[in-house]
Nanobody
Framework: DVQLQASGGGLVQAGGSLRLSCATSGFTSDDYAIGWFRQAPGKEREGVSCMSDSGSLTSYADSVKGRFTISSDNAKNTVYLQMNSLKPEDTAVYYC?????????????????????WGQGTQVTVSS
């Protein structure tokens, strides 16, 4: 079975940093995309960042460009989301997800409905 487990959330003051981790297992293909999504209370789930399995393709929401960085450690089968200069509006439950379809002709899937597998969320709270 494909499994994903997100961790690394916590409480941080505005301007601080956190690094989220997504441990993955059970994949039988090396052609997939991994995305980070977040959902704040009363709001729709939104895409934050995604990448191809190789890391050659990355994408970021406009709201986090220049502050967040997605990366991976293939030896550990883990994807990271480094979050710097955090703002109160970044407060949300963050989820990692996998699209087994992967990039198609160099285009990453960025919408939540393009993702097949989801981990449990990790809470990020940024105080002002």
């Amino acid at each position: 079975d494909v499994q994903l487990q997100a961790s690394g959330g916590g409480l941080v003051q505005a301007g601080g940093s956190l690094r989220l981790s997504c441990a993955t297992s059970g994949f039988t293909s090396d052609d997939y995309a991994i995305g980070w999504f977040r959902q704040a209370p009363g709001k729709e789930r939104e895409g934050v960042s995604c990448m191809s399995d190789s890391g050659s393709l990355t994408s970021y929401a406009d709201s986090v460009k220049g502050r967040f960085t997605i990366s991976s450690d293939n030896a550990k089968n883990t994807v990271y989301l480094q979050m710097n200069s955090l703002k109160p509006e970044d407060t949300a439950v963050y989820y990692c997800a996998v699209s087994t379809a992967g990039p198609i002709q160099g285009v990453l899937p960025t919408g939540q409905y393009e993702y097949d597998y989801w981990g449990q969320g990790t809470q990020v709270t940024v105080s002002s």
